[in-house]
């Protein structure tokens, strides 16, 4: 599968960006997506992840609360809505998408997804 993150931008603090990642092939529906970033000078980090149902979701504790993802399988696409935005949010944007069970531990570990996207630049201006 192809991964393809768009809708990065500047942004002030405290407004919201929504990024969408659009996937190739007929099997989106079967991958587990995540959402990782990356600031410059630091390690990747986990975002949030949704199930291949949607039925359920993580998302890294720097997020909670202000950050949601979701997907419509039908259109091949996960989002993630990004309110409240900090500073510290200031990072690379990558979807990827794995295969396998949505175990916490899996989900959020970089190193089981299978495929990536691009990356899309956020920044978040004080």
């Known amino acids: 599968v192809q991964l393809q993150a768009s809708g990065g931008g500047l942004v002030q603090a405290g407004g919201s960006l929504r990024l969408s990642c659009a996937a190739s092939g007929r099997t989106f529906s079967s991958y587990v997506m995540g959402w990782f970033r990356q600031a410059p000078g630091k390690e990747r980090e986990f975002v949030a992840a949704?199930?291949?149902?949607?039925?359920?979701?993580y998302y890294g504790d720097s997020v909670k609360g202000r950050f949601t993802i979701s997907r419509d399988n039908a259109k091949n696409t996960v989002s993630l809505q990004m309110n409240s935005l900090k500073p510290e949010d200031t990072a690379n944007y990558y979807c990827?998408?794995?295969?396998?069970?949505?175990?916490?531990?899996?989900?959020?570990?970089?190193?089981?997804?299978?495929?990536w996207g691009q990356g899309t630049l956020v920044t978040v201006s004080s």
């Open positions: 990827a998408a794995r295969r396998g069970a949505t175990y916490y531990r899996a989900s959020v570990d970089p190193e089981t997804y299978d495929y």
């Open positions: 949704m199930s291949v149902s949607g039925g359920i979701t």
